[in-house]
Each structure stands twice: as C-alpha cells, then as structure tokens.
C-alpha cells in the first residue's frame, strides 16, 4: 500500500461535514467506523467517545485545507505538524496480502499506528498521509471545491495544477450556472445597448423638430 494512499483518511474524515449546507454525517459511531473503510480491525476499536473525539480532528484537519487554500503554505505546515507531533506513527515494511507470481511477498511502507483509541489511530494516518501528500506534490495541490455551497476538501494529482472542484458533478453544476450568467450578462447588454440606440433615434428625432 502505498503511503499516498493514507492522505484519502484525511479527505474522507473532513468531507463528513458541509459547513455550508448545515450537513454533518458524523453523528454515530457507525460512521466513524465507515470512515476507516477496508481497515475492518481498526475500525472495530471506536466508540461512541470516538465520535465528539473525530470532530475535533476534523476541525483542525479542515483548517490545514483552509489555510492551503487560502495560499498561506507555512499556517498549513505548522497545523499539520501539530496533527503530526500528537499523533506518531511508525512506518514499517509490510508484505501481507501482495504476492508476486512466485507467491513471495511484495514488499512495501505501512503505517502502524499504536493507537490509545481510534480517533488517535485514524488521525496518525490522516496526518502522516495528508503530510506525504504536501511534501511530495506542494501545498497548492491541497484544495477546497469552488462550486458554492460546497467546499469538500479534495488532493489534486492533476498534471497542470488545474483542478478546482471535489467531484465532476460539482465541476458540471459550476460550469452550467457560469454559462447561465455569461448569458444573463449578454442578455443585460443586448437590452442596454438597444435602449440606449432607442433613446438616440428618438433624440435625433427631437432635435429635427
């Protein structure tokens, strides 16, 4: 597995709350437990106190996003490297489950965490995998969707940086209603100018008399 892969438990974690639109689906411990995804074992070591706990995490996870986004790189660094000092991870090699046509082991990192609860479990991956992101591809590449109301955390692999929305049915929804007002403001435009043609000729009229 590889370490990029744990930055998804950071996106996963913030994007259960939509601030602007008063949702917030981390309400029971069956929802912390559905945010660890395949990590079945893990995930069977929260508790309902897992869920006020995951809130905080998320907070402080949504302001590295917010601060990424707001282009201040260094507030986004510092906020990560206190998820990171909190919660340690220790990576290891790992081989269980890979297995090449030989049956023998595909090496590769993982990160143990050693958790005193899961919302210490989940945070240390998040953070660790949320840090490999920043360093490998830059802050900027750390994004908060652009479609109003919405403004889902997700990591752009994009080529050319150009990424601006979570999913493709935010990037639609943007593009139709900034099509719609290109259209309206032709439309306000058209309708100026034939006022304005309108009230020349009737000038131009008036001053013949």
């Known amino acids: 597995m590889e370490l990029a892969y744990y930055s998804d ?8 709350e939509e601030p602007a639109r008063g949702k917030d689906t981390l309400t029971t411990v069956e929802a912390v437990r559905d945010l660890f995804g395949v990590n079945a074992s893990a995930a069977r070591r929260a508790t309902d106190a897992d869920v006020t706990r995951f809130r905080s995490v998320r907070a402080r996870l949504r302001a590295v996003f917010e601060a990424a986004d707001q282009g201040d790189e260094t507030l986004a660094v510092d906020l990560l490297n206190s998820l990171l000092l909190e919660f ?75 990424r601006r929305y979570c999913s493709d049915r935010c990037a639609t ?23 304005t043609a309108e009230s020349a000729q009737r000038s131009s009229v008036s001053g013949d008399r």
């Not at 595909?106 to 660790?128: E, F, K, Q, R």
Request: aromatic fraction near 8%.
């Open 9 to 16: 438990y950071a996106v996963r974690l913030v994007n259960s």
């Open 88 to 162: 340690p991870v220790s990576p290891q090699i790992s081989g269980h489950d890979y297995r090449d046509d030989d049956g023998r082991p595909l090496w590769h990192m993982h990160l143990a965490d050693h958790p005193s609860n899961a919302t210490a479990g989940y945070a240390a991956i998040a953070a660790m995998g949320l840090a490999f992101h920043l360093t490998e591809y830059g802050v900027d590449r750390l994004g908060l969707c652009q479609a109003p109301p919405c403004r889902n955390a997700y990591l752009d692999t994009s080529t050319n940086r150009s």
């Open 173 to 195: 929804r943007a593009n139709v209603a900034a099509y719609r007002a290109r259209k309206r403001l032709e439309a306000d435009r058209s309708g100026s100018s034939g006022r």
